[in-house]
């Protein structure tokens, strides 16, 4: 149980052009959940907290209009990258808390990664 | 805001030996939790063990063990009798038990099990 997936696994967009990524918890509910990026042999960075029926929560230094975050239902949240860059290339992750469980279990995606031409 | 420190970019260990990763935080909470997960090359981010910082009896999860010092915002991971599989990007992570319970994130460490 407590699987997570992310759709695509793997995008390639042109400068200029927004691309959406899928995060979906299969088999619980999750009230919350998280979007992080990690940029090459690097740590994860958390940018952005969602929860359900509610505007996402921003960390520092990320730009809400540039990666715009959607968790509309208790299994499904969307990060949108808009008018991607290269500099936007990464691995983006997301993580799903199960309301049901544990309260601070976070279960994890496989990844997206993205890249910009 | 709280800062965890993984001081070891790289290790490595011989099959079936016992390796330390170490991790250091900082914090005023009283309160919080404390992850290592494992990253191999796949990036599927993989949970390994936990604490709670309330506990202080140290977690064990079958070969990996952790050393928590409340006190000393210490808390290393001990891989023990090793193996190939073991070979993995490992991060510590910090937990508040509130305000969406988002995680923080050390730097990593990259092991390597030599056979």
């Known amino acids: 149980g407590a699987v997570v997936s992310q759709h695509p696994s793997w995008v390639i967009c042109k400068s200029g052009t927004s691309v959406k990524i899928e995060c979906r918890s299969l088999d619980f509910q999750a009230t919350t959940m998280f979007w992080y990026r990690q940029f090459p042999k690097q740590s994860l960075m958390l940018m952005a907290t969602?929860?359900?029926?509610?505007?996402?929560?921003?960390e520092q230094g990320v730009e809400k209009d540039k990666f715009l975050i959607n968790h509309a239902s208790l299994t499904l949240s969307t990060l949108t990258v808009t008018s991607a860059h290269p500099e936007d290339s990464s691995f983006y992750i997301c993580?799903?808390?199960?309301?049901?469980?544990?309260?601070?279990?976070?279960?994890f995606g496989p990844g997206t990664r993205l890249t910009v031409t | 805001a709280q800062t965890v420190t993984q001081s070891q970019p790289e290790m490595s260990v011989q099959e079936a030996e016992t390796v330390t990763l170490s991790c250091t935080y900082d914090?005023?909470?009283?309160?919080?939790?404390l992850f290592w997960y494992k990253q191999p090359p796949s990036r599927q981010m993989i949970l390994v063990i936990r604490q709670e910082a309330y506990k202080q009896q140290n977690a064990t999860e079958n070969r990996f063990s952790v050393n928590f010092q409340k006190a000393a915002k210490s808390f290393s991971l001990k891989i023990s009798d090793s193996q190939l599989g073991d070979t993995a990007m490992y991060f510590c992570a910090f937990m508040k038990p509130y305000n969406n319970n988002d995680m923080r994130f050390g730097a990593g460490t990259r092991l390597t099990v030599k056979p």
């Open positions: 969602s929860n359900e029926g509610s505007k996402a929560t921003y």
């Open positions: 993580s799903a808390r199960d309301r049901g469980g544990w309260s601070y279990e976070q279960y």
């Open positions: 914090t005023s909470e009283n309160n919080y939790y």
